[in-house]
Each structure stands twice: as C-alpha cells, then as structure tokens.
C-alpha cells in the first residue's frame, strides 16, 4: 500500500468510482454467465442418480416424515481386539423398528485382519468395505500416490476381502482412505473404473452443534461446481457421475472442539456417562435440524483401550432403539434410502431396509476358540433352526400321509 503513495490512491479510488457510471453497459455485457459454485441444481441433478451437496432432505420430506438413519463405521483390522465389542454393541438381537438387526459398516484393512471374521460379519448383514493393504504410513503418502498405487490399495484389498473373506464383489461398494487423506482425481478415477459407489474420505459440513449438516451427494457435478473442498487436498476435480461422496461429518467434542473420528477427540469424555453425553448431544444436531444420516466414525480397537467408551456407546445404543423413528444402518443403505426418499409412515417396508433381517450363510472357516462365534440360534429363518422346522413339516406331511392310508383302508 505504501508504495503506491497518497496520490496513487486518490487517483484509484477515482477511477474505481468512475467505472460503474461510464461503463455501465460494458461491464453487463462482460458479466460471465458460467458462475464457479453451485452450478448443481433439482433442474439439472435428479434422484435417485444425481444428489446436489447441500442440508435439503431428499424427496422434499418434511423432519418428521425422515427416518434419522445412524451410521456407525470401524476402520482397519478386524481381529480378535475388536470381534467382542462388535458382539455386544451389534448383536443380532438388536433391532430396528422394521424389526430386523441393526447393521454397521466396517472399513476393512489387510493388515491383521482375520477374514474369518469379516465373513461372519458379512453374513449377520453388516457392510464390508475397501480401507487398503498396507495402511502405510507416513499420511501423506496417501496425499502423493499415483493411481496405480490406489488400485494395488483399494481395489486390491477389495479383491482380498472377495477371495478370503468370500464377501460377494457386487457387495464390496464403498472405500475410505486411511488417515482420511483425500488422493484426488487419482483415488476417484480407480474407483470409478472398479465399479465403487462410494467413498467416504472426505470431511464436511459444519463445525458447530446449532447448524443443518450436509446429507451424502453426487459428483456429478465436481467439488469445486457444488462448493465443497478437502480439509485434507488434493481435492478430486472432475466429474463422476452416479458417485456417492458420504462427508465425514465433523463432531464436536465435550470441549467445543471439532473432531472428524470420535475417538481422535482433544477432550475425550471422562466416563460412561459422559461419552453417552458427548454422543447424544452431536446426534441431536441431526435429529433435530435436517436429519442427514448421523454417522459416527471411529477405530474399533478404542473401546479395548478404555472400558468405559464400550459402556457408553451401549448406552447410547440403547436410547436410539427406543426411537422408532430411527434406523441403524450401513453406509449404503443410507445411500439406498436418499436414492428412494420414503417417509417414516411407509418405512417398514422399504425392501432395501429388509435386507438384514435376512442373514446369509456363513463361510466354514474356523473363527479363534477364544473369542467365540456369534450364538446362531433363536428366530425364525434363522440358519440353525431351519432344519428344525423341514423336520415338523416332514413330521406332519407323514402323519397326514399315514391317517389318508388308515381312511382308505376303511
Ligand atoms: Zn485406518
């Protein structure tokens, strides 16, 4: 500023005011008419393909009419630290208000992971999801890969959970970066090439407790054209059209401070009591402005380091399945329902949502004796005793058979 001198600036500031009087014409005439954000808009991006970033519910629902869905998501190995917590927090006798098991998605790395276990998870309806081979450190090399170091991670690891955990392909849909470090148009492109639908990397909406937060949407227009960007670049630039961004949604901590995992928090909650207070309070923030899907993200392996975070995470469970207007979900049944916005009054039989009352049959590999497996038994189409009831229904065909033979031969 100094060096334009007081003269300069008069002579600015003249000019500056002069051009709006001399050239108004001109300076119409020259306004672009492409505009750099929100070019995405309900003319040009339709359900159930197309979704604009932003807080407005699908479908033109009102609050009331929208299930709040609750999206709980582990990242890296599952193994024998982390298979107890999922047993207790999870278990199939959980229910949503259609009645059947609440289910979770699970963001799988290679490393330590026991693929027995995924499969078990696979079958009682949970999400299995692509999170690397190597989880490599240092973080920022995930910032630098090139693609063909994205597809050797993702869509290797990927192939790994198909092969050894025997999760059909077409079910292995979503990925997350470790360290939820964004990999660009090289990340986007191989998973758009490898048939993913989603990603789940990038952090958004607003750091506060009062505002609307961000519901999931489509590249169909990019980042930059829907206003959004990376916390951690490279951001992707282009288009993907069909591809589902699910923003990392931004808690807040007991302390007012913004934090992306729950359990990567500056001020951790002091006991049960306050983790359930800590949690509540963050889904308040959906639940009572926009209900965007509600997802808690995190690392399984916590709840193994203090006690008191398993006990507060089962009393938050607890509350919400007293709520019959929420739903606990994958990620991509969330992604199902904002494709096929349906209102509370009819959600009990949204099919897409009736998929977890239906358990698929479990691998024979053998889960570590000391952790145990889930107990099979108990319900009806329940794998274990559906032998039970082809016996009694054999058992009646019999006497039924043997009581016409009796007739007949009177
Ligand atoms: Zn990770």
Redesign the pocket.
């Known amino acids: 500023m100094a060096r334009f001198g007081q003269t300069g600036l008069v002579v600015l500031g003249i000019i500056v005011l002069s051009v709006p009087l001399l050239c108004q014409d001109l300076v119409e005439e020259e306004e672009p008419d492409w505009k750099p954000i929100n070019l995405c808009n309900s003319d040009n991006c339709k359900l159930p393909y197309c979704n604009c970033a932003g807080t407005k519910i699908p479908g033109k629902l009102s609050r009331k009419e929208t299930p709040q869905m609750v999206m709980f998501t582990f ?2 190995a599952v193994n024998a630290q982390v298979w107890g917590h999922f047993k207790k927090l999870f278990h199939p006798s959980r229910k949503n208000p259609n009645g059947c098991p609440i289910s979770i998605t699970l ?1 799988v ?1 290679h490393n330590y992971t026991d693929y027995c276990m995924v499969n078990r998870m696979w079958a009682l309806g949970h999400e299995i999801a692509s ?2 081979i190597t ?1 490599r450190v240092p973080t920022d090399w995930w910032s630098n890969a090139e693609y063909e170091d994205w597809e050797f991670e993702i869509w290797g690891q990927k192939n790994n959970l198909m092969r050894d955990a025997k999760v059909p392909i077409k079910e292995i849909q979503g990925m ?1 970066s ?2 939820l470090a964004v990999g660009g148009d090289n990340q986007f492109s191989m998973l758009e090439k490898f048939n993913f639908s989603y990603d789940a990397t990038i952090v958004g909406g607003p750091a506060n407790l009062e505002d609307p937060t961000l519901w999931p949407y489509t590249l169909d227009f990019s980042m930059e054209e829907q206003d959004q960007n990376c916390n951690i670049p490279p951001c992707p630039h282009k288009r993907y059209p069909g591809f589902w961004e699910i923003p990392v949604l931004r808690t807040m901590d007991v302390g007012g401070i913004e934090c992306s995992f729950v359990d990567k928090c500056l001020n951790r909650p002091g006991d049960a009591e306050e983790m359930y207070e800590f949690l509540w309070m963050n889904f308040l923030r959906n639940y009572e402005t926009n209900r965007a899907p509600f997802g808690l993200n995190m ?1 399984a392996i916590w709840f193994s380091s203090y006690k008191y975070t398993v006990d507060g995470f089962d009393m938050f469970i607890k509350k919400l399945l007293q709520l019959d207007d929420v739903y606990i979900v994958t990620s991509s049944d969330a992604i199902k329902w904002i494709q096929d916005p349906t209102p509370l009054s009819r959600i009990r039989n949204f099919k897409p949502w009736l998929r977890s009352c239906k358990r698929q049959t479990p691998d024979d590999c053998k889960l570590p004796k000391e952790v145990g497996d889930y107990d099979w038994g108990g319900g009806w189409g329940d794998l274990s005793t559906l032998w039970i009831w082809e016996y009694i229904i054999m058992f009646i065909s019999a006497v039924v058979l043997i009581k016409r033979d009796n007739f007949d031969d009177v």
């Open positions: 990242d890296d963001f790395s999170h690397s989880h997350r470790p360290f690392h």
